[in-house]
């Protein structure tokens, strides 16, 4: 158990929706980031947030956004679905001033687009 | 940001002891060697993290030679329940403004009876 939630657990969209995705951190850490992992792939990284605000992004376009909330909760917005955006998305989170190697990751969320 | 190599699977037995070896021979000098763990349809879950030498914790040993132009992660005695996706990932300890974990494809680790 690492103390990282994410919700749904499954979700399946149509082309061109829109869909959020929730995580939630344990208390204290500030740091959360967001990955994308296809199938067969490792994780890559879509962005992280500190303290509310977006300090760094992948190679990922504006449609993928994100939300960080002062309660240790976040959000992963992504916009205008391509089918290409099936995958399990993960969460991860560290709190200030820990080894930046070891995050603490949530169980993902899979999403389906048709 | 040092490159790593892994061997794509291995296949062991329940008892064995498992080595799986990593390359990054563009490691830094002030970067650290990281593994993670990933079983199906969860997240990766951080294992170990070492510098030099060996460095040894309840689920694994690290052993990184002088040169840590590479490394080995071992698993005594694997269990079925060891089966998992292993990465190895290279960076520095604290966050100089690289913001991302880099992970590879990971090894693919299969545990039969």
């Known amino acids: 158990e690492t103390g990282v939630t994410q919700s749904p657990t499954h979700l399946i969209k149509t082309r061109g929706q829109q869909v959020t995705l929730r995580c939630s951190s344990q208390s204290g850490h500030n740091t959360v980031s967001w990955y994308q992992q296809a199938l067969g792939q490792g994780p890559q990284f879509i962005f992280q947030?500190?303290?509310?605000?977006?300090?760094g992004r992948g190679n990922f376009p504006p449609r993928f956004s994100g939300l960080q909330f002062p309660n240790y909760s976040s959000e992963l917005n992504v916009n205008a679905l391509e089918l290409d955006d099936s995958a399990l998305y993960l969460c991860a989170s560290r709190p200030d001033r820990s080894s930046y190697n070891e995050q603490f990751f949530g169980p993902g969320t899979r999403l389906t687009v048709l | 940001l040092a490159k790593t190599t892994q061997p794509i699977s291995m296949d062991s037995y329940e008892g064995q002891e498992v080595n799986i070896t990593c390359s990054h021979n563009?490691?830094?000098?002030?970067?650290?060697i990281t593994w993670y763990q990933q079983f199906p349809s969860q997240g990766p879950r951080f294992i170990i993290q070492?510098?030099?030498t060996k460095v040894t914790n309840e689920v694994a040993s690290l052993f990184i030679p002088a040169d840590r132009k590479s490394s080995t992660l071992s698993l005594p005695r694997v269990s079925l329940s060891d089966t998992a996706v292993y990465y190895c990932?290279?960076?520095?300890?604290?966050?100089?403004?690289?913001?991302?974990?880099?992970f590879g494809s990971g090894t693919r680790l299969q545990v039969q009876p």
């Open positions: 563009n490691i830094a000098t002030n970067d650290y």
């Open positions: 990932l290279v960076g520095p300890l604290m966050d100089t403004g690289r913001r991302a974990l880099t």
């Open positions: 070492g510098y030099k």
């Open positions: 947030y500190y303290r509310e605000e977006e300090n």
